[in-house]
């Protein structure tokens, strides 16, 4: 059975991110999936690195997150809901991958400070779903998607190369009208079952 790891960080109960988040899991269990959902707000996921956790970065990393770090490892799916604020990732998601993404676990030191090698091997698909308050052409000609380049080249690749990375943002999201996030939700449903007939 393929299973999915669904992690959501926005800090509101009623969000849309949340509500997005719902239809996510629903159609990843309609694929037959095993989904965990994290909610890291909702679950009080602390993004701060430890002073242990830093100073063992490379000497066998000691962390309190073992939970969370064996969802990640055992996940073929994962799915990211957040919110993109001041083009970047919430705190907490951020911190989720500073703490959780940890040597040991997503990759291994190589000799010298290489390149990291990699150890999400059984990871084959990500999807990112974001909301953002500014239009699509800031992001793609101003701003250049920064996001989607950190997560698919600057996180994702070096951990889990056989990865594929699927981006989609709900452009305008505090405007949003109901037929476009109707087919927003369109979209996710149909990205879901293109992974499954992937995995």
């Given at each position: 059975m393929t299973r999915a790891l669904v992690v959501l960080a926005h800090p509101l109960p009623d969000s849309l991110c949340r509500h997005l988040a719902e239809g996510a899991?629903?159609?990843a269990r309609d694929q037959g999936w095993q989904v965990t959902l994290r909610d890291l707000c909702e679950e009080g996921f602390d993004p701060r690195m430890t002073a242990e956790e830093r100073s063992s970065y490379y000497s066998g990393f000691h962390g309190d997150s073992a939970k969370e770090v064996e969802d990640l490892v055992q996940a073929q799916v994962l799915i990211l809901i957040f919110p993109t604020w001041w083009f970047g990732f919430p705190a907490v998601l951020k911190g989720w991958?500073?703490?959780?993404?940890?040597?040991?676990?997503?990759?291994?030191?190589?000799?010298?400070?290489g390149p990291m090698i990699p150890r999400l091997d059984g990871l084959r698909e990500v999807l990112a779903i974001t909301t953002m308050g500014a239009p699509g052409w800031v992001d793609w000609l101003v701003m250049r998607r920064p996001l989607a380049r950190v997560l698919r080249l600057g996180i994702v690749r070096p951990c889990a190369p056989?990865?594929?990375?699927?981006?989609?943002?709900?452009?305008?999201?505090?405007?949003?009208?109901?037929?476009r996030l109707a087919g927003f939700k369109v979209r996710i449903e149909r990205e879901i079952a293109a992974m499954a007939r992937r995995v």
């Amino acid at each position: 059975m393929t299973r999915a790891l669904v992690v959501l960080a926005h800090p509101l109960p009623d969000s849309l991110c949340r509500h997005l988040a719902e239809g996510a899991v629903k159609a990843a269990r309609d694929q037959g999936w095993q989904v965990t959902l994290r909610d890291l707000c909702e679950e009080g996921f602390d993004p701060r690195m430890t002073a242990e956790e830093r100073s063992s970065y490379y000497s066998g990393f000691h962390g309190d997150s073992a939970k969370e770090v064996e969802d990640l490892v055992q996940a073929q799916v994962l799915i990211l809901i957040f919110p993109t604020w001041w083009f970047g990732f919430p705190a907490v998601l951020k911190g989720w991958f500073d703490r959780i993404w940890a040597p040991g676990a997503a990759y291994d030191h190589a000799p010298g400070f290489g390149p990291m090698i990699p150890r999400l091997d059984g990871l084959r698909e990500v999807l990112a779903i974001t909301t953002m308050g500014a239009p699509g052409w800031v992001d793609w000609l101003v701003m250049r998607r920064p996001l989607a380049r950190v997560l698919r080249l600057g996180i994702v690749r070096p951990c889990a190369p056989k990865a594929r990375v699927t981006w989609r943002a709900l452009y305008r999201a505090e405007a949003v009208e109901p037929a476009r996030l109707a087919g927003f939700k369109v979209r996710i449903e149909r990205e879901i079952a293109a992974m499954a007939r992937r995995v």
